[in-house]
């Protein structure tokens, strides 16, 4: 268990672990047909199909507006470069940033956004 894991309520769970195994570097650490865990490093997301949450969120319109999940990674140029090879939407491109990270930011097959971090190192 971590203190923290965002679960995101998704189309279909199965395109959703693909997405993240196989285009980012997560691996699965639970997988049913309606749920999944996976994980990078220390970061877990949970992946629940949308029949798990109230119809009237789903109703409400598109999810995860305005918001993105903060993963740290040891290396963000690694995976930078994985995710732009694996044609996933990148939505903010990598650079240095004013509050020393180094960061991108990438949308999922249901339009969360995840931003992948490292400290931004001085050389």
Known sequence: MVPTAPEFFVRDVERSVAFYTERLGFTVLRQEPDFAVVALGQSHVLLAAEAHTSR???DAGPRGIGLNVRIMVDDVDALYRRAKAGGVPVTQEIADRSYGLRDFIVA??????????SPVTRG
Do not use: Q
């Open 108 to 117: 999922d097959p249901d339009g969360f956004c995840l931003r992948f971090a």
């Open 56 to 58: 009237a969120l789903l």
